[in-house]
């Protein structure tokens, strides 16, 4: 009967409550779509009014990358152990406080400090919302659900660059942060109601309940129940161990190929994300022109998420994304080479946009197949939090740079020569998702070159 219903997720049709569950997730991210870059967005507008060089407004936009570092190395594990329920209904308290008490904040110190907070609740709710949504979603789909999830967090970027424009103009850079924290806090009690908890944790931890719990799910998706849960089988991986499970002999090397190209691609893309208003305004545009710009580039990514995953229920899920990173790097240095003409800029950064969101969406789409069940959320967790090193290190080294004489046509450049770099590494692995004889739950069996 277990068999039954997993075999249901994996192979059978996609019932209505599957993509409840996968929309649910999607208006998470998008609301972490939003309160992440809120930093770029009103960026120029707080440097503006506290008086500060590039190298402080660089820290500025990596403490809320810091903090979804922490969240997702330290927070996310625990989905592992308690569920990925409640570990996202906490880490959205987390970010609502963060957001609600920025736009108060009194200097630059304190604001970075509550960005740290927004940061850590942020890490984790992405890391295992992404679970959830590759759980709920069967093989085929598997990959478009997961790429639907950073659809969202695209949406929330780009409206946060819309309601920046406005907000900014009328009220100040403080409204835009307290504008998200009351959308964050009011989708807490939405979250709590519909979330549903995933059905690989009920049938690998067994929780109290497990059983009832395993069975509204069944009844959700219109499958049988069960008169009482199966004995355990042996598992070859368990969530104990963490970080030290993840580089076991079946798992080190895929799990040190991910973790570099989270790296090197969240290192470009949140340069590309953070920086791009601002350098846009260096290289002559107005303010409002700039946050356009920036709007535009996520607004591409909405389509370029949706794409990936059309995409990748075709084809091999790791050739469109080393397609998608290649072609960003042609696109970087496109986009830093057209600021003089501002239409073919925004046609650029419309497109870059499509690139550069694509690659995201494509490592978080591929990096929970790699792991079994009672390691995903630490699997994922992890990746991305080294991938947020990156993306911490890119936009504070970008300032300073920029301090020290650096054009933005030379950062740009180097921003392409990351993305290659990534697209080099990931020829490193090959079907890393499971083949269809693999058992949700149990150890997959990535082939690597």
Known sequence: MTARITQALDDGPMSRFQWGAIAICVLLNTLDGFDVLVMSFTGKTVSGEWHLDSGTLGLLLSSGLAGMALGALLIAPQADRIGRRPVILAGLTLAAAGMLLSSVSQNWQQLAALRLLTGVGIGAVLACSNV?????????????????????????????????????????????????????????????????????????????????????????????????????????????????????????????VLWGAFFLVMAAFYFVTSWTPTLLVQAGMSATQSLTGGTLLNLGGVFGTALLGALAARYALACVLRTYLFVSAALAVAFASSTDTLVLAFCIAAVIGVAVNGCIAGLYALTPSVYPAPLRATGVGAAISVGRVGAIIAPTTAGWLLDGGWTPLALYVTTGAVFCAAGLLLLAMRGAQPTAKTKRGTEPTPTLL
Do not use: K
């Open 132 to 256: 959830i949504a590759g759980e709920f979603a069967s093989r085929r789909w598997r990959g478009l659900a997961v790429s639907l999830n950073s659809t969202g967090y695209a949406v929330g970027a780009t409206i946060g660059g819309i309601s920046s424009v406005a907000l900014i103009d009328r009220y100040g850079w403080r409204a835009v942060f307290l504008a998200g924290g009351l959308a964050t806090l009011a989708v807490i009690p939405l979250a709590f109601r519909l979330l549903p908890e995933s059905l690989d944790f009920l049938l690998n931890r067994r929780p109290p309940n497990a059983l009832s719990r395993v069975n509204e799910l069944a009844r959700r998706m219109g499958q049988p129940e069960l008169f009482a849960l199966p004995d355990r089988e042996p598992a070859t991986f368990t969530s104990a161990g963490g970080i030290r499970r993840l580089l076991a002999p079946g798992l080190r090397r895929s799990t040190l």
